[in-house]
């Protein structure tokens, strides 16, 4: 195979490329295929914190190109890869000790509503408890199954269907209608505490 | 798992979040330390050194070509050597043989020059004989290093036969005697 048949080539092919000879053309051209998704769901993890996000990829990417001769694709290159970033995530989040913190400020939605509602959902979704998060992002964003998500994160596919519920329910009540939430607290207030 | 009226997306909702963007490009900066460390760690070797399975094959062809190059230039050289040597050796051989020839006649003439010498100053037939055993065997010495230089040389291989048969020269064979003289 040679880096003119690249783009043609499955994943497999480049990373046995990558395994067997330390081809850098192919190592780039996974890297291609599958660096934006994965960097666009860390970020997105991690609420928006780019330099975390970038450091945590960078780390995924490692250990993935070190694995790739071990890996015996029983699931997709982008399904492992994910796996990789999501550990790193998880990693982070119990090193940090971060709560569902983002880097916006309180009520965007009402308080901004000339700003899209795509910048509103993004937000909101980094307002979200880490784990609550984690599953509504990879479910409804990343089309991940609940048994995939399960795998993933180590969890039960039911707790992935509760965690998906909870997110869904804590999501609309951030983006309701700012005379909405004038009228007081969501019931649910005091759950956003928990992840 | 449960079923609740929250549980599904809306149209609006699904709307909505597909129209998130799934992915973003990180920095360049990022592909390029991934490179960096991968290529310091030996999991990637430098663009275009990669070994494809073709490429192995046209090593390893290129290394026979090289090795087979090399063995014929060695024998080639080899076969030169020694045929220089074989003619250096030759020629030396030549050299040595005719020296030897050159000097046996030498000593043949000089042998026949002193019985000469001994006839005309009236020595006697005993007298004589060592003179003529000395030419004689000059004589033979001679032909026989002629021989070894020119195997097909027949003169030579005649004055080896008759000295060979030679009877010892008694006093009352003077003819003999001048015969071999003047062979």
Redesign the interface.
């Known amino acids: 195979?040679?880096r003119f048949r690249a783009a043609e080539a499955s994943d497999r092919e480049l990373a046995d490329?990558?395994v067997n000879?330390?081809?850098?053309?192919?190592?780039?051209e996974l890297?291609q295929r599958h660096?934006?998704?994965v960097?666009?769901l860390v970020?997105r993890l991690l609420g928006g914190a780019e330099a975390d996000a970038?450091e945590i990829?960078?780390e995924a990417?490692?250990d993935a190109?070190?694995g790739l001769a071990g890996f015996r694709w029983q699931s997709s290159f982008r399904t492992w890869l994910t796996a990789i970033a999501l550990n790193k995530v998880r990693t982070f989040w119990r090193q940090a000790d971060r709560t569902a913190t983002a880097p916006l400020p309180e009520d965007l939605a009402a308080t901004t509503p000339s700003i899209g509602?795509?910048l509103d959902?993004?937000a909101a979704i980094a307002r979200l408890p880490e784990g609550a998060r984690a599953v509504l992002v990879l479910h409804?964003?990343?089309g991940f199954t609940?048994d995939e998500i399960g795998r993933l994160l180590g969890i039960a596919a039911?707790t992935s269907?509760?965690q998906l519920?909870d997110a869904?329910?804590r999501l609309?009540h951030q983006l309701r209608p700012a005379d909405a939430s004038a009228r007081g607290p969501h019931p649910c207030e005091p759950c956003l505490k928990t992840s | 798992?449960?079923t609740?009226p929250?549980?599904e997306?809306t149209s609006e909702?699904r709307a909505?979040?597909d129209?998130?963007?799934?992915?973003?490009?990180?920095?360049r900066?990022?592909?390029q330390?991934?490179?960096r460390?991968?290529?310091d760690?030996?999991?990637?070797?430098?663009?275009g050194r990669?070994?494809?399975p073709l490429k192995w094959l046209g090593a390893f062809a290129a290394g026979v070509l090289l090795f087979a190059g090399g063995l014929s230039a060695g024998e080639l050289l080899h076969a030169r050597a020694d045929a220089r040597a074989g003619r250096l050796m030759s020629l030396e051989d030549s050299r040595r043989l005719a020296a030897a020839v050159q000097r046996t006649g030498s000593e043949y003439v000089a042998a026949v020059a002193r019985l000469r010498e001994s006839v005309e100053a009236g020595a006697s037939v005993d007298q004589l004989a060592p003179g003529r055993e000395a030419a004689l065997a000059a004589l033979e010495a001679a032909a026989r290093e002629l021989l070894s230089i020119a195997p097909e040389a027949g003169r030579a291989a005649d004055i080896v036969a008759d000295v060979e048969t030679v009877v010892p020269a008694s006093e009352n064979d003077p003819v003999r005697l001048r015969r071999v003289i003047w062979f």
């Open positions: 195979m040679t490329a990558v000879g330390g081809a850098e053309w192919a190592f780039r890297y660096a934006g998704r960097f666009q970020v970038q990829v960078q990417w490692l190109a070190e509602l795509r959902l993004e409804d964003i990343e609940h039911g269907k509760s519920f869904r329910r609309r | 798992m449960r609740l929250e549980d997306l909702e909505a979040i129209a998130l963007p799934k992915e973003r490009t990180p920095p900066a990022v592909e330390w991934l490179l460390t991968l290529h760690r030996r999991i990637l070797q430098p663009a990669s070994m494809t």
